[in-house]
């Protein structure tokens, strides 16, 4: 993996042979990590082939640190401890001239974050066999018998209060299931969250002429193999075989996106062409660096591919930059912008992406956005611009990204006809502004600590009465709001008024309405926010007003 920083730290020793290390945090930064298990019948001669292909990778990706890491959970065909130590401490030995080597703890249980870079090759497996290297990637099905320990949840007991996992469980909002590693369980008010920051794009892909597209999320390898996918990111597919062949599950949109585009004939006047998806993802992870919703194996992105000709593209970039401060306005988080240049290995003529650097450097310069230089680190067939967002914490998350492409349109032969006549080819922009809406609502949870604004809060309002009496003004009101769309609950059980309260402020709900006696002969409400103000006498249609503004407008304040 390729990664801007591996952090991690031991423990507790796991294993009956380990080295003898301190209990201290390692944090290494631009790093390539690769994770080794060592199985039955792996030989010196196995190891010595992986460092070879591991030399290979570095120089094509510049790196010039290493990091290898003992990951024993990849196999249950392991090799006598002492000999897969032996090979581990032989691969350290191995490691290319002239890179800073490093090795994490040898039969250690350890703590381990990852910030994996992103861009198509930072993700890599290989298995390695007497043999040479494993080719197959694929096999028939065969009978199983299945584990039904397996059907639980999975436990975050133990994690910090301000962990969107935590959170995640307090409020009810989504679970993780061992029967379906890395993948999301939305809850009722989770799936609200999840639907309304898709509904913000979608608002947002209409105001700038978007239009939504969806594909099977199966296809067969032969669009994996013309995209260059099967090369660079076999191992991170799920796949399959049946009757008509060889399959694999859609990791990323763009291939299939471009079937959409060859399936007719365009003009120089059909361009740009918008076009968006929510369709979802599927990659495989590494069971040791999946991080709750940060890191999953099902996701969705707001995915965009714009099909423009090569003139369009400095305005089309100045209406993705515009549509990016819009966006992330909405949720008053401030960004920076780093612009990734050509690297070393790279697909295409070089004057080819000095145009394209060159339109990116305006269009950002133009949009009075100011931005870094990561020096050759751009995709590998074109330039990028990547956006990190602060939270709340001061934490930076890179979500945003804007890549250009001129390689897949000529390994498609994608064209169109010019204003003279003749057949041109496309450039594509690849483009994702919330990034995977699974990672984003993690730093969404984190950001706002469950507090979320009106229009993204799961439950807006909940309607809580005093006594029994009070209970029909209660329903009758609850009743009106949901009419108009606002997310009520009503709780007019025998609880205590304070047992109530509690139990709204403890599931962060914007507003509290309660109803009592003078309430229900005034016919007006007492308001109470979250934060603990109350206002009474307040008309509903008072109320309705603010909090239909609110949520229209998307406002980030409270009215009350």
Known sequence: MDVDNITYEPVRPEASVYDDVKKEKTSIDDTLVIFVCVEKGDTLEMADKAM????????????KRLVIYPFAHLSNNLADINESRKVIEYMFKKAPAGIEASKAPFGWNKKLILDIKAHPLAEQSRSYSPNGEE???????????????????????????????????????????????????????????????????????????YLETSTPVVANLALWQVSGHLDHYKDNMFMFENESGAHGMKPMNCPSTIMIYKSRKWSYRDLPFRTA????????????????????????????????????????????????????EVFGMKFTAKLSTMPDDHLGEEALWEKATAALKEALENNGITYGIKDKDGAFYGPKIDFDVLDSMGRSWQCATIQVDYQLPIKFSLEYTGEDGKAKTPVIIHRAILGSIERFAAVMVEHYQGKFPTWLAPVQARIVSISQPANEYAEKTFAELKKLGIRTELDISDKTLEHKIRDAITMKIPYIIVLGKKEMESGK??????????????PMNEFISKIDKEIKERSLTLSY
């Open 277 to 328: 998806t929510f369709d979802k993802l599927y990659r495989r992870e590494l069971s040791g660096v999946v991080s709750g919703l940060f890191r999953v194996q099902e996701l969705t992105q707001d995915d965009g591919h714009i099909f423009i000709t090569e003139e369009q593209l400095l305005s089309e970039m100045s209406k993705l930059l515009q549509m990016v401060k819009e966006t992330y």
């Open 52 to 63: 070879l292909d591991t030399e290979e990778y570095m120089k094509k990706l510049a790196r």
């Open 135 to 209: 080719q197959k990637i694929y096999k028939k099905a065969k009978p199983v018998s299945a584990n039904t320990s397996l059907v639980r949840k999975s436990s975050w007991a133990g994690l910090p209060e301000m962990d969107h996992r935590t959170i995640g469980e307090r409020l009810d909002l989504y679970s993780f299931q061992e029967i379906s590693p890395a993948m999301v369980y939305w809850h009722p008010n989770g799936h609200v969250l999840y639907r309304e920051l898709i509904a913000l794009m979608r608002h947002l892909e209409l105001k700038y002429d």
């Open 525 to 538: 409400l007492t308001v109470r926010s979250r934060s603990g103000k109350q206002q009474f006498g307040v």
